[in-house]
């Protein structure tokens, strides 16, 4: 099916433990955005990336690793995870072009839980 | 102080009542303005883009943005339970590449 998809949708791991989780968007839009999403915070940009090979970090990068070696996918890998990385991670992609389509397109999030 | 702040509420009104919510944002330079909506449990969902000062209307929804006083807001006229969620206001950020900011969010309850 078309659209961005992300995968587990739920995630249990112990601290410690390396986690990744996957996006794919089927759009071929440049950008792609990870988001972390906890009580009071709203949505953190942890990592982002504006084409294949080219990413960047966002407001909230520490602990994670992300790669993007083709457009499609964006996998975000917790190198060591740790109880703080409990959180629902959302997946966002977005053409981006400035003042005529810069619209976020999510995924339906990973719930992870870090023990 | 954050890029884009709004009151996180909760926010309760009654049916059938207008909703109003806000948003404040720091760089001046910010062009567009969005509104996504959460329901519990879900991933965003874009309700309403704004770009020029002044108003825009989409159904029951309207809004707001005033470029001086770097202020939008998203009012929610005739409001329903099922407008019960939360509104996440994002706004565009060309800083060091293109992102999206958005602000903690605003919880509103519509009781019935």
């Known amino acids: 099916d078309a659209g961005i998809t992300q995968s587990p949708r739920y995630k249990i791991t112990e601290t410690g433990r390396q986690v990744t989780l996957m996006c794919h968007q089927t759009?071929?839009?440049?950008?792609m955005f990870w988001y972390r999403q906890d009580l009071g915070h709203g949505l953190r940009l942890i990592y982002y990336?504006?084409?294949?090979?080219?990413?960047d970090k966002g407001e909230v990068p520490d602990g994670y690793v992300v790669s993007r070696s083709k457009t499609e996918n964006f996998p975000l890998t917790l190198e060591s995870a740790t109880r703080s990385q409990t959180s629902v991670y959302f997946c966002a992609s977005c053409e981006g072009q400035p003042a005529v389509d810069e619209k976020l397109f999510f995924g339906s999030g990973t719930q992870l839980s870090v023990l | 102080q954050k890029e884009v702040e709004q009151n996180s509420g909760p926010l309760s009104v009654p049916e059938g009542a207008i909703a109003s919510l806000n948003c404040t944002y720091s760089d001046r330079g910010s062009q567009s303005f969005f509104w996504y909506r959460q329901y519990s449990g879900k991933s965003p969902e874009l309700i309403m883009f704004i770009y020029s000062n002044g108003d825009k209307e989409d159904g029951r929804f309207t809004a707001q943005l005033n470029k001086a006083s770097q202020y939008v807001s998203l009012l929610i006229r005739d409001s329903q339970p099922s407008d019960s969620a939360t509104y996440l206001c994002?706004?565009?950020?060309?800083?060091?590449?293109?992102?999206?900011?958005f602000g903690a969010g605003t919880r509103l309850f519509v009781k019935a």
């Open positions: 994002a706004v565009p950020s060309y800083t060091g590449g293109f992102k999206t900011i």
């Open positions: 759009w071929s839009h440049s950008y």
């Open positions: 990336s504006a084409a294949a090979d080219i990413t």
